[in-house]
């Protein structure tokens, strides 16, 4: 598809001509503008690093000639000496002076850092000096006349690769002859000032009358100084002959490039003669881009008007034009946005003329296309009798919840009894009124506890339960059978409510929205067979599973063959922080699936009955893993969880006793479910004092899920209430489950009963808990679950956590 100009870019159109010619003359002129002030502003910022180097110069030569002052006023206290004049004036002559001599300049020279210091005689005849070099500097000091004689001079001179400022003192003293000298190295000193008082950098430079540049002394960087050596060679050669007169080459300026700026230089003659004629200079250099910069700001700015001023021009230029073809346009707009689909916001009208009478025209039409397609959309996703989600809708939630989150939930479908016959007999209006009903009870009996509830068809409900594992799903089923035993009135008319009830689990049972589905049908159909009332899936349940097929005769072969673990999951003493027990909890290291959890086979393990022999494989692993660290000496109670068909059985005590032989009774704790009891109190309670009886500490699991009964708790031989997870997970954010657990900690101390937290994972978890009185707690914070045979060595190396500064003040004061 071609790319598509907006309408004002468009040449063809005349909204766009308009534009375009309003612009080009608008930019023509300021291009124009910027041309000629970029022009100027350059050669203004060259002239005045011009005027900036001529007075860089002058500087140089002020610094120089301080430098001058200040050391002739060294020269004249040395010729002002009186030793040095007492011992000139002995009359000693030969070497025996120049020896003297010597080693009394030696001492000056290093307090005065010259780099030499002579004497010569009235016919400019050294003496003596410090270094041999000042033999070739006394016969330059000629020029020195008669009528400078009374103060002390000074000139620059060119000994080799090296420029020295030599001062000149007279021996002044009566009947004393002879010129004291002292030369200083022409080193970075005046250099470095310069750039310090004017931003320019220099180097002195000296070059033989027919030979190359050298250095003298420099400011800039070893690669720089090179660049600016290569380069002075074709650009300051002085003029012909200029070496052999007494004037110097006149200044040169140029243009040179270092380190990609740009800089303007100026080559200034000094000093010329030695023994080569060697001419010394000064380079001095003066970035061209620093002197430009304080108008790039300007320019900057200049540029920003512009193209601000070209943005204002466009604007208005652009609102002149669609002044002409806007109603067109925005009409046309609204036009496409309905050919989209968008139907929710309506046709403006842009004028009062037929334009807007058209407007008005599509309108109407959205507003009637609006109507029928929301009409559509209720059809497809809603139940039009009950106003729940239909299958459809439910569908695409339950895909995008598995999608977002791996976070575990339960479907539980619901079929009622018998409503086929209450159609038959009672009418099909009846009926309609009666699914109403059954929608608005569980509507506002599940409000809070359920996520999402959908009306699948015909009597069928579907409901998603988030958090939610086999033990809170059989509640909400419990709860809801509890409400169905209200009977429902309808036009005079009561009936019964019942119905079956199917659970699946996710991820258990599956993760594809389709399998939990059809899972959760097969458990609610194994319900209405089995007139259980609610069922939670088993692969026992799919005949068309090879799984399910094999799974009962693999779970023998794995208690035969070994295939069984056990892990042990400490508990720990919130106040006295040490460990106080452990859990023990099964796994199955299948030789071919390797580690599979317990969801995967426990819950079919429940449905088939097996689930004794791993309750019997449990017992006997835990009382074996409890004297291991009797051996050790690290023995704490180990825990042992009991399912709903254990407690059922009248001879469970007497194989408890048995399988625990050789520990005592104190060693194991046995954990029951609440559902489990409820399921039928009267027996559980029985088996229950059983096992007290023998000694063995009773502890109810999951409380606060199941709604059991005060009046059977209160009966029950327990030793131990363990809240379930679920709220001791949420206590921190939700204030409603902070209350739970403090009322179940209050509640269990009251029966004289100690309490458990299981879900116990960070240290605010912990001091709420502490705070609030409970005795023990269980979860990732002290450790996962771990293989029986590590438990030991974990136990000898446990340090209690680090709490910090985790504090629960807020979450108390809102108890």
């Known amino acids: 598809m071609p790319m598509r100009w907006p309408d004002f870019l468009n040449l063809r159109r005349l909204e766009g001509r308009i534009v375009a010619l309003f612009l080009a003359l608008l930019v023509v002129v300021q291009l124009m503008n910027l041309a000629l002030i970029n022009q100027g502003i350059g050669r203004n910022a060259r002239a005045s690093v011009a005027e900036e180097l001529a007075a860089g110069e002058r500087i140089f030569t002020q610094l120089v000639e301080q430098d001058a002052e200040q050391r002739g006023l060294i020269a004249d206290l040395l010729q002002s000496d009186y030793g040095l004049r007492q011992l000139v004036g002995a009359g000693i002559e030969g070497d025996e002076l120049r020896v003297t001599l010597q080693d009394v300049f030696k001492n000056l ?21 410090t270094d041999p070099i000042a033999g070739r500097v006394a016969p330059m000091l000629r020029g020195v006349s008669r009528q400078q004689q009374g103060r002390t001079q000074s000139q620059i001179v060119l000994l080799g690769d090296r420029a020295y400022q030599v001062v000149v003192a007279r021996m002044r003293a009566a009947g004393l002859g002879g010129w004291v000298f002292m030369g200083f190295e022409m080193r970075q000193d005046q250099l470095r000032e310069l750039r310090r008082i004017a931003n320019i950098e220099g180097v002195l430079l000296s070059r033989p009358e027919h030979g190359a540049w050298t250095v003298l ?175 459809e809708q439910f569908s695409q939630a339950l895909a ?59 009597d069928e409900f579907l409901l998603l339960i988030e958090g939610a594992g086999a033990t809170r799903a059989e509640a909400v089923c419990k709860r809801i059978q509890r409400d169905f035993e209200r009977a429902l009135s309808i036009d005079d008319q009561t009936v019964d409510l019942s119905a079956g009830m199917g659970v699946s689990l996710y991820p258990q049972h599956g993760h594809d929205p389709a399998m939990l589905l059809a899972r959760a049908e097969l458990a609610m159909h194994a319900a209405k067979r089995g007139q259980s009332g609610c069922e939670v899936y088993a692969a026992s349940m799919d005949a068309a599973s090879q799984e399910s097929l094999s799974l009962l005769s693999e779970l023998r072969h794995a208690i035969d063959a070994g295939e069984l673990r056990l892990f042990l999951q400490p508990k720990v003493d919130l106040h006295g922080q040490r460990i106080a027990g452990a859990e023990a909890l099964v796994r199955w290291q299948h030789p071919s699936r390797g580690m599979v959890p317990p969801m995967e086979f426990i819950p079919f393990a429940e449905q088939t009955g097996f689930i004794r022999q791993i309750t019997a494989w449990m017992l006997h692993a835990a009382a074996q893993a409890w004297i291991g660290l009797e051996r050790e ?89 363990k809240i379930d997870r679920s709220f001791v997970m949420n206590m921190e954010r939700d204030i409603d489950d902070a209350k739970i657990v403090r009322s179940t900690i209050e509640l269990a101390h009251n029966l004289g009963l100690s309490v458990v937290a299981e879900g116990l994972e960070t240290a605010k978890a912990w001091t709420l808990l502490q705070t609030l009185g409970c005795d023990q707690g269980q979860g990732y914070l002290l450790a996962r679950p771990m293989p029986g045979d590590q438990f030991p060595e974990w136990l000898k190396n446990w340090r209690p956590p680090d709490l910090g500064d985790a504090r629960a003040s807020t979450i108390l004061a809102n108890l």
């Not at 020279?109 to 000096?129: C, K």
């Not at 809603?382 to 239909?390: A, C, H, Q, R, V």
Request: glycine fraction near 8%; hydrophobic fraction near 45%; proline fraction near 4%.
């Open 109 to 129: 020279s290093e307090r005065g850092e010259a780099s030499f210091i002579g004497y010569a005689n009235d016919a400019f005849q050294l003496v003596t000096a």
């Open 400 to 458: 995008r919840r598995i999608a977002d989150s791996n976070e575990r939930f339960a479907l539980l479908m619901l079929n009622l009894d018998r409503f086929k016959h209450v159609n038959d007999v009672l009418g099909r209006g009846f009926g309609d009124r009666l699914l109403r009903a059954v929608a608005d009870r569980l509507q506002h009996l599940l409000k809070d506890e359920v996520r999402l509830i959908a009306r699948l068809g015909g």
């Open 633 to 721: 000496g690290l023995a704490v109670p180990i825990s042992v969880n009991l399912s709903t068909r254990d407690l059922m059985d009248q001879d469970l005590a007497i194989k408890v006793a048995d399988l625990a032989a050789g520990v005592p009774p104190s060693a194991l704790c046995l954990e029951i479910t609440e559902s489990a009891i409820m399921d039928d109190p009267q027996r559980a309670l029985q088996t229950l004092e059983q096992l007290h009886a023998l000694g063995f500490k009773l502890s109810i699991d999951d409380f606060g899920t199941g709604y059991s009964s005060l009046a059977y708790l209160k009966q029950l031989s327990v030793d131990e209430l």
């Open 217 to 391: 002394a420099s400011v800039l960087d070893a690669a720089n100084t090179e660049l600016v050596l290569r380069e002075l060679p074709a650009i300051a050669q002085p003029a012909a002959g200029t070496a052999d007169r007494a004037e110097q080459p006149p200044a040169q300026t140029f243009q040179l490039r270092l380190d990609g700026e740009q800089f303007q230089a100026r080559l200034q003659p000094l000093a010329h003669g030695g023994d080569d004629k060697r001419l010394m200079a000064v380079l001095l250099l003066r970035s061209v881009d620093d002197a430009l910069a304080p108008y790039r700001q300007l320019q900057w700015m200049l540029l920003g008007l512009s193209l601000a001023g070209v943005a204002v021009f466009a604007v208005g230029a652009v609102l002149t034009a669609r002044r002409i073809s806007g109603p067109v346009k925005a009409l046309a707009g609204e036009a496409r946005r309905l050919g989209a689909g968008d139907y929710a916001r309506p046709v403006t009208r842009p004028s009062r003329d037929e334009i807007g009478d058209l407007a008005e025209a599509f309108e109407a039409m959205r507003q009637g296309i609006r109507a029928r397609e929301e009409e559509v959309h209720r059809l497809a996703f809603w139940d039009p009798l009950t106003d729940l989600p239909n299958r």
